[in-house]
């Protein structure tokens, strides 16, 4: 996740990560801090697979019922108390829609109640009065909410069900009219991008606190709609589009978050565009983004599929570090045995090819290695999604054909 209004307040936002200790900061800040501490993983817990839509880019393959071998609310809680005791610091509840299980709030008011801040991310469908009342009480404070289009032309077509940008909207007004944190959620392809301008509109008129832009990862149904995912120029005119009404957001003093993910070339990209004009708001920026080291999967981040298993992130459940029901997380994350899963903690040195020889891969540490694992085959092949030049990103014939060298780790 790249916070890009962060970044364009760089002064602010570095004085705000040095003037308080690291165990002071928010996750968002944190990873600005001058000197980090190993920090323990934000969890992105997928509770069930059940969902009342049907994305056509769902990284889960989501659908109606729930898997039967989900785990069962009595071992998702104990599985909370682990996390509380390894330090787990953030969990994100996610789906399928998070809402359809049963055991959701009394699983996250433990969460919270053992000091981890909560989040909830869903499709907002489903949100009522009741829902609302029920999310204060289980300790939520954010909540962010997934919509495919400015509209519901798009939106519902892209989510397959007739009425699902109507009551997502209900859902994101309520939450915002109760007081929580809200974020709208958007995963950019080829059958929204021109809606990407109305979202904006979206965003700012119904007043959420965040908008998140994603790209397309390959993964469930997502990598089914691989060839709709954007090419290299249409990447760098939403990026554009996306810089410019984040440079808007700024100067206008708003106080709305614009944050792109599953990307991490975006931090070069953003770099770049504002070197050319700004070279001293460049160079902080280029500062923080080395504080902030890139793609964090299996670093930062990690993943409680809903059977348990435990991955990397919520989009590469193809690497797998064991279950929850067979072994406490914390070992798990400890001693994850997978040479990959391993190697993402000292990844730099194994990146082939156009990542492999880029100059901005501390910055970026090769984006989504499930993507390239997809793509080539190989975990540490270049990302295919990476949108920069050559000439950008400085590389050489010989460093290419060193960096395509590299031993295979598997």
Request: overall charge positive.
């Amino acid at each position: 996740m790249l916070n890009v209004t962060k970044l364009l307040r760089a002064e602010q936002t570095e004085r705000e990560a040095e003037s308080k200790k690291s165990a002071g900061l928010s996750p968002a800040l944190l990873r600005y801090a001058p000197s980090p501490a190993r920090r323990k993983p934000i969890v992105v817990w997928n509770l069930t697979r059940g969902c009342n839509l049907h994305c056509v880019h769902c990284y889960t393959s989501s659908r109606a019922e729930p898997d039967p071998d989900e785990l069962t609310t009595r071992e998702a809680l104990s599985v909370v108390d682990d996390l509380a005791a390894f330090g787990i610091p953030v969990i994100i509840f996610s789906g399928g829609d998070p809402l359809l299980h049963p055991g959701l709030f009394e699983i996250a008011g433990r969460a919270a109640a053992r000091g981890i801040s909560i989040s909830l991310s869903t499709n907002g469908t489903l949100i009522d009065e009741t829902t609302v009342t029920a999310l204060r009480s289980a300790g939520f404070r954010y909540v962010g909410v997934s919509v495919d289009g400015a509209g519901p032309a798009v939106n519902d077509r892209l989510r397959g069900h007739p009425g699902a940008f109507k009551e997502a909207l209900r859902g994101i007004r309520l939450c915002r009219d109760a007081g929580f944190t809200v974020g709208l959620r958007f995963t950019l392809s080829k059958n929204n991008v021109h809606d990407l301008p109305g979202l904006f509109d979206l965003a700012e008129r119904e007043r959420v606190d965040r908008l998140y832009i994603a790209h397309l990862v390959y993964a469930g149904r997502g990598a089914r709609i691989a060839p709709r995912d954007l090419s290299a120029d249409e990447t760098r005119k939403a990026m554009d589009l996306i810089l410019a009404r984040a440079e808007s957001a700024v100067a206008q003093e708003r106080t709305m978050e614009i944050v792109t993910g599953s990307n991490d070339a975006d931090g070069p990209y953003l770099y770049l565009a504002i070197a050319r004009r700004d070279p001293a708001l460049a160079a902080r920026i280029h500062r923080l983004l080395l504080r902030r080291g890139g793609n964090s999967s299996g670093t930062a981040i990690a993943n409680i599929d809903p059977q348990g298993n435990v991955h990397p992130d919520q989009f590469w459940t193809r690497r797998t570090y064991g279950n929850v029901r067979k072994a406490p997380f914390g070992r798990l994350w400890q001693d994850p045995g997978d040479p990959v899963l391993l190697g993402l903690r000292d990844r730099e040195r194994l990146l082939k090819g156009r990542c492999g020889a880029c100059r901005f891969r501390s910055t970026c540490l090769g984006s989504y290695r499930a993507r390239a694992e997809v793509v080539h085959g190989d975990p540490w092949a270049p990302d295919p999604a990476c949108y920069l030049t050559d000439d950008e990103i400085g590389i050489t014939p010989a460093a290419l054909e060193l960096a395509s060298t590299q031993p295979t780790v598997e």
